[in-house]
Antibody, heavy 121, light 109 residues
C-alpha cells in the first residue's frame, strides 16, 4: 500500500524559497503515475500546485508556474517542491499526492498527511 | 478554464438523514469528476472517482451521480463520522490543470 510523507522546514522567510520533499513508500515512484503537490491555506480550499512523472516531465498550475519547480529523485523514491519568492499568501498546509487514472480521468489517491509551512519573518 | 461550483456552502443535517451535495462545472467534464472528504486536521480522502465509482474501502452509503456539468454526492443515512468538508475535483487536459470546488461543509444540526 503506497504511503506518502512530506518533510521540510515549517517556517520560511518572506522572499525566500519554500522547499519540501515527499517520500514514497510501499511502491515505486517509477510506476505509471503522476505525483502532485496540493496546498491548502488555513481555513480555505484546495489548490493544485503541479505534478511530475518519473521521467521528469512536469505540469504546473499557470498561476504559480513562474515560481514553482518540481523534481524527482528515483534513487531515493521521492519528489520535491520548490516555491520561490514566497509571501504570507503562500502560508498553507502542503500535501503531496499520487495521481491516478489516465487521459481525462484523473484523481488523487493516496495523500500524504500534509505539512504546515508558515511564511513569516 | 473550468470552474467547479459546489452548493450549498454549508449543509446542516442530523445523523440518519440523507445528504445531497452538488457540484456544477462551468463546462462539460463528461464523467471525469472526483469527490473527497476532509476532516479537521486530516488530509482529503478519496470517496468517488469518475463520478460514480466508490474508492476502495468507502461505505456503500456514499454514492455519486451525474455527467456533463451537474454532479451529486449522496450520503444515504448520515453517520456521526460523516460530518466533514467535501470537495469535488476535475482535471482539464489543456492546459493540464486540476481544479477543486470550494467545498461544502456538512455540519451536525
Amino acid at each position: 500500500q503506497v504511503q506518502l510523507q512530506e518533510s521540510g522546514p515549517g517556517l520560511v522567510k518572506p522572499s525566500g524559497t519554500l522547499s519540501l520533499t515527499c517520500a514514497v513508500s510501499g511502491g515505486s515512484i517509477s510506476s505509471s503515475n503522476w505525483w502532485s503537490w496540493v496546498r491548502q491555506p488555513p481555513g480555505k480550499g484546495l489548490e493544485w500546485i503541479g505534478e511530475i512523472y518519473h521521467s521528469g516531465s512536469t505540469n504546473y498550475n499557470p498561476s504559480l508556474k513562474s515560481r514553482v519547480t518540481i523534481s524527482v529523485d528515483k534513487s531515493k523514491n521521492q519528489f520535491s517542491l520548490k516555491l520561490s519568492s514566497v509571501t504570507a499568501a503562500d502560508t498553507a498546509v502542503y500535501y503531496c499526492a499520487r495521481g491516478r487514472g489516465g487521459g481525462s480521468s484523473n484523481w488523487f489517491d493516496p495523500w500524504g498527511q500534509g505539512t504546515l509551512v508558515t511564511v513569516s519573518s | 478554464e473550468i470552474v467547479l461550483t459546489q452548493s450549498p456552502a454549508t449543509l446542516s443535517l442530523s445523523p440518519g438523514e440523507r445528504a445531497t451535495l452538488s457540484c456544477r462545472a462551468s463546462q462539460s467534464v463528461s464523467s471525469y469528476l472526483a469527490w473527497y472528504q476532509q476532516k479537521p486536521g486530516q488530509a482529503p480522502r478519496l470517496l468517488i472517482y469518475d463520478a460514480s465509482n466508490r474508492a476502495t474501502g468507502i461505505p456503500a452509503r456514499f454514492s455519486g451521480s451525474g455527467s456533463g456539468t451537474d454532479f451529486t454526492l449522496t450520503i444515504s443515512s448520515l453517520e456521526p463520522e460523516d460530518f466533514a468538508v467535501y470537495y469535488c475535483q476535475q482535471r482539464s487536459n489543456w492546459p493540464p490543470k486540476y481544479t477543486f470546488g470550494q467545498g461544502t461543509k456538512l455540519e451536525i444540526k
